[in-house]
């Protein structure tokens, strides 16, 4: 599904597939990627899957990040079905065992279809979907790539949320074949907004933007949004950086890495026997923010 009422026109040999995974109600900046993902006519969007974000803040997890992902289609007016799949409910329980969901079964069913276009997957939380669909059917790897968006600085590593909710599923993943597009902590965390920048870009911009900007200044408020090194005026649109890639790849700023392996305080292993993986170790901001602002803007207009 794509929305497309724009003046300009993506060749077709130019259109890829994409899956998203995302942890949607754990914080408040994957409604932000949602969108950019559904307004973005090179992207023929497949699926969107709810994932997990462990137990810290909510027994239901998965199940909230489900019902944000139907909230985000409902202010836009877009269609539901066939569009929003449940993931697993928890992180897989060690490196050979799967954890089955609607969202895995997806991932799978397109990677083994028939259709030549490129296949993107984006997490932007845990890869527990990603683990369990190749531990389920090992063929996928090499018929799809994967942006996650998560880990901490390279070289050392260190604790960060979405490895943090499922550090089996990541080694699963890193041991494997599947090409990995990794943005780490210290590149998301490159995508910088204030509060009056998202309040004078966002929040005019029909229903969908004014809960945008409502939703992120509500959880600005709460205990799990005034984290010591949040000023009260700044906030990261951190999961934004895995449509941005897909748009541009940005082909200058990455390194090709051994796989890591991550110990349980998710420190990186460079063991050097996995096969290389691309690691970011830069995003535009610029580009990547005034294209969701752009693309807001004429969707609301549009509507």
């Known amino acids: 599904m794509i929305y497309n009422n724009y003046s300009f026109q993506v060749p077709e040999e130019k259109m890829v597939r994409v899956i998203t995974n995302t942890d949607a109600k754990n914080e408040a900046d994957d409604q932000y990627a949602i969108v950019q993902a559904l307004l973005s006519p090179r992207m023929d969007n497949r699926g969107f899957i709810a994932a997990h ?30 569009m929003i799949f449940k993931g697993a409910e928890t992180a897989i329980e060690n490196e050979k065992e799967p954890k089955p969901s609607e969202g895995a079964e997806l991932i799978i069913k397109e990677a083994l279809s028939d259709d030549p276009r490129p296949l993107y997957v984006t997490f932007l939380g845990p890869l527990t979907d990603l683990a369990s669909a190749y531990l389920m059917e090992p063929r996928i790897a090499n018929r799809l790539t994967a942006i996650w968006i ?49 309040e004078y870009r966002v929040r005019p911009y029909g229903e969908i933007g004014k809960y ?9 408020n709460e205990k799990w949004g005034v984290a010591g090194y949040r000023t009260g005026e700044v906030w990261v649109l951190g999961d934004s950086p895995a449509f941005g890639l897909i748009l541009c790849d940005h082909e200058f700023n990455y390194d090709w890495i051994a796989a890591p392996e991550f110990t349980q305080e998710m420190a990186y ?7 290389p993986i691309r690691v970011y170790k830069s995003v535009d901001p610029r580009f990547i923010l005034e294209d969701f602002y752009a693309k807001l803007a004429l969707f609301a207009a549009g509507s």
């Open 53 to 82: 974000f462990g137990t810290m803040k909510s027994d239901t997890s998965m199940m909230d990040s489900y019902r944000e992902v139907e909230t985000v289609f409902d202010k836009m007016g877009l269609p539901k079905d066939d």
């Open 150 to 198: 998560g880990g901490g600085a390279y070289p050392a590593g260190g604790r960060e949320y979405n490895l943090s909710n499922d550090i089996a599923a990541a080694n699963v993943v890193m041991k494997s074949q599947i090409p990995v597009w990794q943005v780490p902590r210290n590149v998301y965390q490159m995508v910088k907004v204030s509060l009056a920048e998202l």
């Open 212 to 220: 945008l900007f409502d939703q992120l200044n509500e959880y600005a």
């Open 269 to 275: 292993v460079h063991t050097g026997t996995n096969r």
